[in-house]
């Protein structure tokens, strides 16, 4: 079945510090992947997806780009802020289902 | 704000005993999904309704069952309660059927405490 895995963590940064957040994937047939944030005590919020092969999706300085040959969707930010201090997960979902998959989640802690 | 309403907030209660947590969808969407998160299974996908009907099944033990009413907002009954049912309860809802590449958009969940 369809499977997502993320790197453990707690991922610890400084203030404007690079950051990556590895995820990878197993899916039958062409998935769509998203990155998504939960802030502390509050439901999850859709932070970028990628529909396809190459697509790159990004918001709010993140970034992360579909590679249909490593089957991985890396979450990266130039230069993470304080407020970046959430948990983030990767999801996936398969064309013509409705459920998403998610990976266990990567927490990202970052000190000023 | 995501515009998914979950009620209560909070829910305490007693091994054996029965709950129904709430979700109002964002207004126009059709699709209702149900996940638990728990600290050793992660996020799971439960239950997903549309327009009134099941959709779609996925880990939901038996002692759990859910609806969707015509107003669109959702319920989803626990019974027989045990402490390993423990966890956040997070309700989400899209547009359409959910087969398409749309995203879901989540309430901020109900936490369940069994004592």
């Known amino acids: 079945g369809d499977s997502v895995t993320q790197m453990e963590g707690p991922v610890t940064l400084s203030e404007e510090a690079f950051l990556t957040i590895n995820c990878t994937y197993t899916a039958t047939g062409y998935p769509s992947l998203f990155w998504y944030v939960q802030y502390p005590g509050e439901g999850l919020q859709l932070l970028l997806k990628?529909?396809?092969?190459?697509d790159k999706g990004s918001n709010k300085g993140f970034e992360a780009t579909y590679r249909k040959e490593t089957t991985s969707f890396h979450l990266e930010k130039g230069s993470v802020q304080v407020s970046d201090s959430a948990v983030y997960f990767c999801?996936?979902?398969?064309?013509?289902?409705?459920?998403?998959?998610f990976g266990k989640g990567t927490m990202l802690l970052v000190s000023p | 704000d995501s515009g998914v309403t979950q009620t209560p907030k909070h829910l305490i209660t007693a091994t054996g005993q029965r709950v129904t947590l709430r979700c109002s969808p964002r207004s126009g969407d059709l699709s209702v999904y149900w996940y638990q998160q728990s600290l050793d299974q992660g996020l799971q996908f439960l239950i997903h309704?549309?327009?009134?009907?099941?959709?779609a099944k996925g880990n939901i033990l038996e002692r759990f069952s859910a609806q969707q009413f015509p107003d669109l907002h959702s319920e989803l009954n626990l019974s027989s309660l045990e402490l390993g049912d423990s966890a956040l309860y997070f309700c989400?809802?899209?547009?359409?059927?959910?087969?398409?590449?749309?995203?879901?958009?989540f309430g901020d969940g109900t936490r369940l405490s069994i004592l």
């Open positions: 990628a529909t396809k092969a190459d």
């Open positions: 999801a996936l979902k398969t064309s013509g289902y409705s459920t998403l998959t």
């Open positions: 309704y549309y327009n009134g009907e099941e959709r």
């Open positions: 989400a809802s899209s547009d359409g059927t959910g087969d398409s590449n749309q995203p879901q958009h």
